[in-house]
C-alpha cells in the first residue's frame, strides 16, 4: 500500500497566516492526490482534487500543487473557520489511502 | 443534491457482524458512473478506506479487511451496504458512506453522509 505522511502533524497559526501543509506518498502517484478538511464531529469535505483543482464552492484561498510524491495545500489567509484538521488521499493505487493528518489550530 | 444516510446499530458484540447500510437520495445509484464507498474513522484516529462497489456489483476491498467484508448494492431501494464479520474492538470506528465519481480527474469522494459510530463491546 501507498503510504501517505503529512507534515506538521499540528499546526498554530492566526486569522490572516498562510499556511502550507506538505503530503509525502511512499511512491509516485502522478497527480491522484486529494485534500480533506475535517472538523469536529462532521465528515471529511472535498477541498482539493487531481493535486490542484479546487472543488466546486470551495473558497479560492485554498490551493494545492505538486505532482509525483509531494505536494503542498496552502491557505493563503486563514479564516476563523479554517481551523480544523485537514487530510490528503490518494487514489492513484489500491488501497486507497489518506494521511495522518494535520491538526490546525489557533 | 445527493445526500447519503448510514444507519445501522451502535453497538455490536465481539466476534459478531457489523452490518450498516447507506441510504442514498437524490438521485439513483445506478444513474452516472460512480462508486460507492465506505470510509472508516476511529476514535481520535485518521480515515481508513473499507471499499466500495459500483451498482454492476463490481466491488473493490482494502487488503486489510477484504477476509472479512461484503459490501453489496440494492438498486431497487438505493441502498448500499456493509457487513464485517467477526469484529474486534479495533472496529470500533465512526463509519462513512460516500461517492466516489469514476473518470479521469473527478474529485474523490465529493458526497459524505454524517456518519455513524459502532462500537463493539460486549
Known amino acids: 500500500a501507498i503510504q501517505m505522511t503529512q507534515s506538521p502533524s499540528s499546526l498554530s497559526a492566526s486569522v490572516g497566516d498562510r499556511v502550507t501543509i506538505t503530503c509525502r506518498a511512499s511512491?509516485?502517484?502522478?497527480?491522484?492526490l486529494g485534500w480533506y478538511q475535517q472538523k469536529p464531529e462532521k465528515a471529511p469535505k472535498l477541498l482539493i482534487y487531481?493535486?490542484?483543482s479546487l472543488q466546486s464552492g470551495v473558497p479560492s484561498r485554498f490551493s494545492g500543487s505538486g505532482s509525483g510524491t509531494d505536494f503542498t495545500l496552502t491557505i493563503s489567509s486563514l479564516q476563523p473557520e479554517d481551523f480544523a484538521t485537514y487530510y490528503c488521499?490518494?487514489?492513484?493505487?489500491?488501497?486507497?489511502?489518506f494521511g495522518q493528518g494535520t491538526r490546525l489550530e489557533i | 443534491q445527493v445526500q447519503l444516510q448510514e444507519s445501522g446499530p451502535g453497538l455490536v458484540k465481539p466476534s459478531q457482524t457489523l452490518s450498516l447500510t447507506c441510504t442514498v437520495s437524490?438521485?439513483?445509484?445506478?444513474?452516472?458512473?460512480?462508486?460507492w464507498s465506505w470510509i472508516r474513522q476511529g476514535s481520535g484516529k485518521g480515515l481508513e478506506w473499507i471499499g466500495y462497489?459500483?451498482?454492476?456489483?463490481?466491488?473493490y476491498y482494502n487488503p486489510s479487511l477484504q477476509s472479512r467484508l461484503i459490501i453489496s448494492a440494492d438498486a431497487s431501494k438505493n441502498e448500499i451496504s456493509l457487513k464485517l464479520s467477526s469484529v474486534t474492538a479495533a472496529d470500533t470506528a465512526v463509519y462513512y458512506c460516500?461517492?466516489?465519481?469514476?473518470?479521469?480527474?473527478?474529485?474523490?469522494?465529493?458526497?459524505w453522509g454524517q456518519g455513524t459510530l459502532v462500537t463493539v463491546s460486549s
Open positions: 460516500a461517492r466516489y465519481p469514476l473518470g479521469e480527474l473527478s474529485p474523490p469522494f465529493d458526497y
Open positions: 437524490g438521485g439513483s445509484i445506478r444513474s452516472g458512473d460512480y462508486y
Open positions: 462497489i459500483h451498482h454492476s456489483g463490481s466491488t
Open positions: 511512491q509516485g502517484i502522478g497527480d491522484d
Open positions: 487531481a493535486a490542484s
Open positions: 488521499l490518494q487514489d492513484y493505487s489500491y488501497p486507497i489511502t
